[in-house]
């Protein structure tokens, strides 16, 4: 079965650096596009980047790139700023159907 483990959140000062990470199994990874989401308290789960083997979307200052080897995806965030507080998860869309992980908590506060 489809298994998303997220990894790496934490607490980071304003302007920090956090990289995450998402495990993958239970599928032939290299073959799926891979994405990150957000959730902050209140409000809606948004898209943040998004990761085929030929090409890249993301929202705002964050990169996202993966390794087929590992069967992980990952989120380098830089010049965090408190808005960007969220649980952040890992998600691909296979067979018609969502896959989420559990998320990860990253908190921007001084």
């Known amino acids: 079965q489809v298994q998303l483990v997220e990894s790496g959140g934490g607490l980071v000062q304003p302007g920090g650096s956090l990289r995450l990470s998402c495990a993958a199994s239970?599928?032939?990874?290299?073959?799926?596009?891979m994405s990150w989401y957000r959730q902050a308290p209140g409000k809606e789960r948004e898209l943040v980047a998004t990761i085929t083997n030929t090409a890249t979307t993301v929202k705002g200052r964050f990169t996202i790139s993966r390794d087929n080897a590992r069967n992980t995806v990952y989120l380098q965030m830089n010049s965090l700023k408190p808005e960007d507080t969220a649980v952040y998860y890992c998600?691909?869309?296979?067979?018609?159907?969502?896959?989420w992980g559990k998320g990860t908590l990253v908190t921007v506060s001084s």
């Open positions: 239970g599928f032939t990874f290299s073959r799926y596009a």
């Open positions: 998600n691909v869309f296979k067979d018609r159907e969502d896959y």
